[in-house]
């Protein structure tokens, strides 16, 4: 290619030309060269010119060639993709519900309402599927990473031949950010032994700030800067939501005060509104009293707003109400007074989540951005969360350790709930309403009540419409699409080498300009823990084959019991037409399996054994069957996916330290936190070891002596009783081969410690197991040399019972997260 032909690329937006060092006229490789002033950009990265080797001596003499560096479309927009957590279609006030959140209906009104946009019914899925324009299964995210299995489609491990789009943008010359949760990534990845591949920094993002797993603790989360494990700022009324926003907003500042005409792509995936509901206290008290009417009463004011609002169809009815949900007004007092708390807390997460994004919306305002910035603000990855039970929970793990919160229990907590002493979520009552008008909730893939979200698209310079609707159906794999064709750029054939799987979902820009445009999404399977449906052409068709407070599939898969609506006349889906219309329903059920079969859904897997246990699963597993880890200090951050178990079993923990003059203090190594875990610590000197059951009592073996300053051996062993799972039994402490303390352990957890919290050596990150030390200043004040942990292998009926309660467990797991 000629220098003429170069300088025309740069000119046209495609390649930044400045001084480079040959004398030869440039040649690009045949791939990139398309047509003159063009750039191939379906092969990325876009390989650089292969000038020949100079030949002159003096540079003096010598012409330099034009220097390559890909640049972004000339006019292409930024991007801001905002996906809340958990939310429904009918929570947020820009869809008619009662949580008031002004932003996204600023941007609602400024730009388009999609009132047919649809998710996956789960979060980890959604995401994968968000991020890369494919189809979930495509993504091998059947569920998520902590149940993945050896089939395709659900190994949990995002193939390369997937690339997300934020790569695609990065090469295509964005600036790229991801901020808050990401649940993408494999859980036995999350480690510094990798791999890191599926980590957000390589995974297109130049910049990553957040956490790794389903949800964390607002108040004290672990979180990563990059690759990188970081400490939680220490200041009074921290949380997280504020957090990632400063963060987030002061990234944007700095990029675009050094390249402002750089696009950048920046995801903004908050925690809020998944469990823990974790919220300043002003924030709750905003909606006192507003939903003491109860939730029935909330299912019918939220239809009559969406109905005026335009976003709902008038003369649509309530879709019946789960079986399962009792009438609001049978609940007894004490029921309905902590109930209706439950929402005002859920609430108050959602407005103040919305508040801060606001400020992120003001601050690209401040700079002169936001008329060229495509945001896309995605109200929840799937319906309202249903997985704290009929009740709510107080301590979310008691429902993943089978132990069941009554509402006298979590009443003698009441003013706990939403602060940093609680870790709660809310009754399901809650989540079907603020699904309205539908009839199901989160994990329901086979119905829009699990995967109808409502979208919010604004683009000043682009989007001259204000304040309207558009009714086509869409799905997430939509996203990715819409924003390579606002950006100019075309679908990638190759990302790093590897030939990619095609985009499945559709651009969204046909539909900026013509709220009548026909759809171009003509097809839609979805499918979650085996609830599974295809939508084609308005007709949609499903099975409920699990609900998420039914312990098991209401039927074989082949005995399913299947649903048909006619959408275009049943926005609600109130009217099964599966009786009446027994051909159509064939052929959706055929359609289906069709779908299926293209893009990896099949086997349907509803086990439950299998998934929890990674052997059978086929999923890695860190520590496999090794009984044994020594770890040394400062290692920390590991998750129950990577550390040994120690649940169930008797084991042995040996430290080998060092304590100064006038006696150690601090952690030796702790497990979980305040919300369940165990810790073995020095306070003035003395060795102790807490073991947290659930937050709801604490087991102390201690000794009354300090140890002596110097180098020692401390070992702390436990004695289970057996018998079955979450026995007690008996701790003893040792230093130096010389028992110290005894004492019983009466109550133990089965399955799960904590859904965010760590194990780590010397300190206990996050929040503590006991308070008999502060949370972020516990490091211990001598010298850790190493801590060998010991298990012992579990008795067979043990072991038999823990794997079935562990698939229970995990299933509850899978479903919150």
């Not at 300088?7 to 937006?13: E, H, R, Y």
């Not at 004490?334 to 606001?358: N, S, V, W």
């Not at 009714?471 to 990638?492: K, N, R, Y």
Request: charge should be negative.
């Amino acid at each position: 290619m000629k220098l003429t032909t170069w300088l025309a690329a740069a000119a046209a937006g495609a390649l930044l030309v400045t001084a480079g060092c040959s004398t030869a006229k440039p040649e690009a490789p045949a791939q990139t060269a398309t047509a003159p002033g063009t750039v191939d950009r379906t092969v990325l990265p876009i390989p650089e010119p292969d000038y020949p080797h100079e030949t002159e001596l003096d540079a003096r003499k010598a012409t330099p060639p034009p220097r390559f560096e890909v640049k972004a479309p000339a006019g292409a927009p930024n991007v801001l993709i905002v996906l809340i957590d958990d939310m429904g279609f009918g929570m947020s006030s820009a869809f008619g519900g009662p949580i008031h959140m002004p932003t996204v209906e600023r941007l609602a009104n400024d730009g388009l309402r999609y009132n047919q946009f649809h998710t996956t019914a789960l979060c980890a899925p959604t995401r994968t599927a968000l991020l890369s324009g494919r189809n979930h299964h495509m993504n091998n995210m059947s569920s998520v990473t902590e149940t993945a299995t050896a089939f395709p489609g659900a190994t949990g491990q995002r193939p390369d031949n997937v690339a997300p789009l934020a790569e695609m943008l990065r090469l295509n010359g964005y600036s790229t950010s991801f901020f808050g949760k990401n649940h993408e990534t494999a859980a036995w990845e999350i480690s510094p032994s990798g791999p890191t591949n599926r980590w957000p920094n390589r995974s297109g993002f130049d910049e990553f700030y957040g956490f790794m797993g389903g949800e964390t603790n607002q108040w004290a989360p672990f979180l990563y800067h990059n690759q990188s494990p970081v400490e939680v700022p220490k200041r009074p009324n921290y949380n997280f939501m504020t957090d990632m926003t400063d963060k987030a907003i002061a990234w944007m500042q700095f990029q675009k005060a050094l390249t402002p005409d750089r696009p950048f792509f920046m995801y903004f995936a908050p925690g809020a509104t998944h469990a823990p509901h974790h919220v300043p206290k002003e924030w709750i008290a905003k909606y006192k009293g507003k939903f003491d009417a109860g939730w029935d009463a909330m299912r019918e004011e939220v239809l009559a707003r969406q109905i005026k609002l335009g976003v709902v169809p008038a003369g649509t009815k309530l879709a019946p109400k789960p079986e399962a949900i009792r009438d609001w007004a049978t609940l007894s007092a004490d029921e309905k007074r902590l109930f209706a708390h439950q929402m005002e807390i859920f609430a108050g997460f959602g407005e103040y989540a919305d508040t801060e994004i606001g400020r992120l919306i003001d601050a690209v305002r401040d700079t002169g951005q936001l008329d060229n910035t495509l945001v896309f603000y995605i109200v929840g990855d799937n319906g309202t969360s249903a997985e704290g039970g009929m009740n709510g929970v107080f301590n979310e793990m008691t429902y993943f350790n089978g132990v069941q919160e009554t509402v006298a229990d979590i009443l003698k907590r009441y003013d706990e709930l939403g602060g940093p002493m609680s870790y709660p979520h809310m009754a399901a009552g809650w989540a079907v309403a603020g699904d309205t008008p539908f009839m199901w909730t989160k994990q329901v893939a086979s119905n829009f009540g699990g995967t109808r979200n409502g979208l919010v698209v604004s683009w000043p310079k682009r989007v001259t419409a204000k304040g309207e609707v558009r009714s086509q159906f869409h799905h997430v794999i939509d996203v990715a699409p819409t924003v390579l064709d606002a950006a100019g750029l075309p679908e990638p054939k190759s990302v790093n080498g590897v030939v990619q799987a095609p985009i499945e979902g559709v651009s969204m820009v046909y539909s900026f300009d013509d709220a009548k445009a026909e759809s171009r999404h003509k097809t839609q399977y979805f499918e979650i823990f085996g609830n599974r449906a295809v939508y084609a052409d308005g007709w949609f068709a499903g099975t409920v084959h699990r609900v998420p407070w039914e312990p098991k599939p209401r039927a074989e898969l082949l005995n399913d019991k299947w649903e048909l609506y006619d959408t275009r006349n049943d926005f609600s889906l109130a009217n099964d037409l599966s009786a009446a219309n027994p051909v159509k329903l064939k052929e959706m059920q055929d359609l289906f399996m069709k779908e299926a079969v293209k893009y990896r859904v099949l086997p349907i897997d509803d086990r439950t054994l299998e998934r929890a246990n990674a052997k059978l699963a086929g999923r890695p597993d860190v520590m496999g069957d090794r009984t044994s880890l020594t770890l040394h200090e400062g290692m920390k951050g590991m998750s129950e996916n990577v550390f040994i178990n120690v649940k169930n079993r008797s084991l042995t923990i040996t430290a080998n330290v060092e304590s100064p003059a006038g006696g150690a203090n601090g952690v030796i190594i702790a497990q979980g936190g305040r919300f369940g875990g165990w810790s073995l610590y020095f306070k003035n000197g003395r060795p102790i070891y807490d073991y947290n059951f659930l937050g709801l009592q604490h087991f102390t073996v201690a000794s009354t002596q300090p140890v002596p300053a110097g180098k020692a051996m401390v070992r702390f062993e436990f004695a289970y009783d057996g018998g079955g799972l979450a026995k007690g039994g008996l701790g003893t402490l040792y230093v130096n081969d010389k028992k110290v303390a005894e004492g019983r352990i009466e109550r133990t957890e089965a399955m799960i410690f904590s859904g965010d919290e760590t194990a780590d050596v010397g300190e206990d990150d996050a929040t503590p197991v006991t308070e008999d030390y502060k949370a972020y200043d516990n490091k211990f004040t001598g010298k850790i040399f190493k801590v060998t942990i010991d298990v012992k292998e579990m008795g067979a009926g043990v072991k038999a019972e823990a794997e079935k309660a562990s698939a229970e467990a995990a299933k509850k797991l899978e479903a919150a997260k």
